[in-house]
């Protein structure tokens, strides 16, 4: 019934008010209004997150294409005609494609990317398999001072990795270890710089608590009950872990062992001083290749953009692929229980 | 096929003891049941069996083998868990290979087990599903395939049918006893449910607070209980306890006398002493021509009444006064409330004054303070004398009980 008198008394109010309270009012009480906002507003966040997160890779693009004497004299045609007006917005100053067979023949960028990679692949297997089992322990174990250790786990990762670079460089070189003020030498280590092994055991130190940290949660999930089914059934402890927690923690293990990955490939501090040489033959990594572009006198921006885009390739590639596993882990992953 | 025998086995959680001097002795191709309350230890002592857990003391022995210290897998035994613990990356198939892919069989065998298997539990043509995709009992039979595929030595079960509803659990009750009778393998189930314990196995070990109360088949149990917790945990609705004093003539409660003889007993008399009757030995007194041996008329008033269909149960309050509503639980443990079982075409209403007389042959004596049993029974132990004074007062309360109907 109030339906009858409301229009008229709403139509007055509206003549009073603004377009913009007008239209508020509308959001608020529409749900038809309200709906179109909202998904003005997710397309607004989506395009500001996209533009954020893609410009740099266009922008990486424009410097690859664009020759370098070009970029060095500046002065470039920045905007672009849009919509009737000159909207500032950087293009490639030509089409130099040959940049990217250039980034091979000037250095063996090949085989920085094989250094970061191998080191990558490596450290992350031995991540994950490290960090299966202490999360096993944690997730699954009760013992006494259980916290206390996940404690002291987490604090490492906590550490500065720049603290351990001096006496760990000091042991790589194979330089005997002394016992300070007594002068007693206990025994010399192998000398390590210049191969995998100085970079590969502190990624795997230094990563390891974080990959603890994730299995340790998703171990924790899984359902006792399988495990004692396993275990019933024939497995070990171990074999349980890896036969049923594993495969049913595959998002985790994924997540842990995705960001072990880039993290590696992105390494660079510790890498280039285990690395005495900007060498590839001396595991050199992908980062340390795109910096020999540089040299005294010259730096070749254009050709450091296109290695750039050609390092990333393989990590695009591979989280794709991860992805696909997560998005499966986490729809297959039902747990009756 | 073999025997399983627990020695002393005691298991102890930092100050909690879970399974306690636990000695058992389970023959070979037994249908044992471990039937008590939540939390009595029953499935600690399942856990000890099956080697998911060490016990802190005593051995376990499986055939002629001592496992105590063996790993699960190197047992023999195979287990079928309450939450089904299906591998959910599995499909069916490959759940019920596991065990035997682990143990590196032949392709040939392991297809020929998966489906002798699959066709003992029923599940034909289902083995490329996965475990999501079945219902709940087709769930629990994968996981009964899954034990019997491996040919084990013993059956593990702990609370298999749990988590299914009351019809299917009824259904795959039948079942299980079926799949005994096939295999003829000794079978040990874990069960909170009197009632499966009592249909379904050849011996039941009443356990509480990590004891083992009583092993005994269901039906002796039931009959002769070992002691007052046995008594009130098997049998449902449960027994109705009186706690009274015993005397030189007998027992005297705070509502009702039993005479017995009770020289037969070797207690003083003044000792503290509860009586225990099954709900369907309570009798309305106009009913109780066809006993043997009838005790005193006991006059009450009932409460509230519930049909079952088959058997009504009636709640009888001993005092004048109204009670107030009880669950079975808290009327079988009041002294002033019995609850009695009638036949479904009695007319008896609520709110209305009865006699009743209880089965002396039914009526069983325990030591108050540490819940013994003393006799079941009191019949024998009646004299003549007395036993025609019940007579006549039977014979009287027959009368009444006519004029009330």
Redesign the interface.
């Known amino acids: 019934m109030a339906t009858a008198n409301e229009p008229p008394t709403q139509s007055s109010d509206d003549e009073n008010k603004g377009p913009l309270e007008r239209w508020t009012h509308g959001v608020l009480t529409d749900p038809a209004k309200r709906d179109r906002l909202y998904r003005a507003l997710f397309y607004v966040a989506c395009g500001f997150f996209l533009v954020t997160t893609l410009f740099p890779f266009y922008w990486l693009l424009v410097l690859a294409l664009t020759p370098n004497t070009q970029i060095l004299a500046g002065d470039w045609e920045v905007t672009v005609p849009l919509v009737g007006a000159e909207v500032p917005f950087p293009t490639p100053q030509g089409f130099n494609v040959y940049a990217f067979v250039e980034v091979f023949q000037q250095v063996p960028f090949h085989l920085y990317v094989f250094n970061s990679f191998v080191l990558a692949s490596v450290t992350t297997v031995i991540v994950i398999a490290l960090a299966s089992l202490a999360g096993y322990v944690f997730g699954r174990l009760e013992f006494p001072g259980r916290g206390l250790m996940m404690l002291a786990v987490l604090a490492v990762s906590y550490f500065p990795p720049a603290a351990f670079l001096i006496p760990l460089f000091d042991a790589f070189l194979g330089n005997a270890i002394v016992v300070p003020f007594l002068g007693i030498e206990l025994f010399a280590p192998p000398r390590l710089v210049n191969t995998p092994g100085s970079m590969i055991m502190p990624f795997s130190a230094l990563f390891l608590p974080l990959a603890i940290f994730i299995l340790t949660t998703f171990y924790g999930q899984i359902?006792d009950?399988?495990e004692?089914?396993?275990?019933?059934?024939?497995?070990?402890r171990l074999?349980a872990l890896f036969r049923?927690i594993m495969?049913?923690s595959a998002p985790g293990v994924a997540t842990a062992a995705v960001l072990t990955f880039i993290a590696v490939y992105n390494e660079y501090f510790f890498s280039s001083i285990m690395a005495l040489q900007n060498e590839p033959n001396q595991w050199s990594p992908l980062v340390g290749g795109i910096l020999s572009y540089q040299t005294q006198y010259t730096t070749d921006f254009n050709l450091m953009a296109a290695a750039s885009i050609v390092g990333v390739l393989p990590m695009l590639i591979l989280v794709v692929v991860a992805q696909e596993k997560i998005v499966s882990g986490l729809t297959?992953?039902?747990?009756?229980? | 096929m073999a025997r399983v025998t627990l020695d002393n086995v005691t298991k102890r959680y930092d100050d909690v003891v879970a399974v306690d001097d636990m000695n058992v002795e389970i023959e070979d191709g037994e249908f044992i049941c471990l039937v008590g309350p939540s939390g009595c230890g029953k499935s600690t002592t399942m856990e000890t069996i099956a080697g998911l857990t060490k016990p802190t003391e005593g051995t376990i022995t499986v055939g002629e083998t001592d496992v105590t210290n063996l790993p699960p897998k190197d047992r023999g035994v195979s287990m079928v868990f309450q939450n089904i613990a299906l591998f959910p990356h599995m499909d069916v198939y490959e759940n019920v290979s596991f065990g035997l892919r682990l143990r590196k069989y032949d392709k040939d065998e392991i297809d020929r087990r998966v489906e002798q298997a699959a066709e003992i539990v029923q599940l034909e043509g289902m083995l490329d599903r996965e475990p999501t995709e079945l219902s709940g009992g087709q769930q629990q039979r994968v996981a009964i395939a899954r034990a019997i595929v491996r040919e084990p030595a013993v059956f593990l079960m702990d609370e298999p049918l749990a988590n299914l509803d009351a019809k299917l659990r009824v259904h795959m009750r039948t079942e299980l006893q079926r799949l005994h009778k096939q295999l003829d393998t000794t079978i040990i189930y874990v069960t909170h449910d009197q009632a499966e314990a009592m249909t379904m196995s050849d011996r039941i070990a009443v356990i509480n607070a990590g004891e083992l109360q009583q092993i005994a088949p269901p039906l002796t149990c039931y009959n002769e209980p070992a002691n007052r917790f046995v008594a009130g945990f098997i049998g449902s609705p449960s027994m109705n306890f009186v706690e009274g004093e015993l005397t030189e003539t007998g027992l005297v409660t705070d509502h009702f006398d039993l005479e017995f003889d009770v020289d037969g007993l070797d207690l003083e008399t003044g000792s503290e002493v509860t009586m225990g009757v099954r709900p369907e030995d309570i009798y309305p007194a106009a009913t109780a021509e066809s006993l043997s041996s009838s005790s005193a008329v006991i006059d009450a008033t009932t409460d509230v009444l519930e049909p079952m269909g088959d058997e009504i149960f009636v709640y009888l309050s001993l005092e004048d006064s109204q009670t107030a509503t009880m669950t079975t639980e808290e009327a079988s443990s009041a002294s002033n409330q019995l609850l009695m079982s009638v036949d479904p075409d009695s007319t008896i209403e609520e709110d209305e004054r009865v006699s009743v007389v209880l089965d002396r042959s039914k009526i069983h004596l325990f030591e108050t303070r540490s819940g013994d049993a003393l006799v079941h029974g009191i019949e024998d132990v009646t004299t003549a004398a007395r036993g025609e004074a019940t007579d006549r007062r039977a014979h009287a309360e027959i009368d009444s009980g006519g004029r009330s109907e």
């Open positions: 359902p009950g399988l004692d089914a396993a275990r019933v059934e024939g497995t070990t074999g049923v495969p049913l297959d992953g039902a747990l009756k229980e």
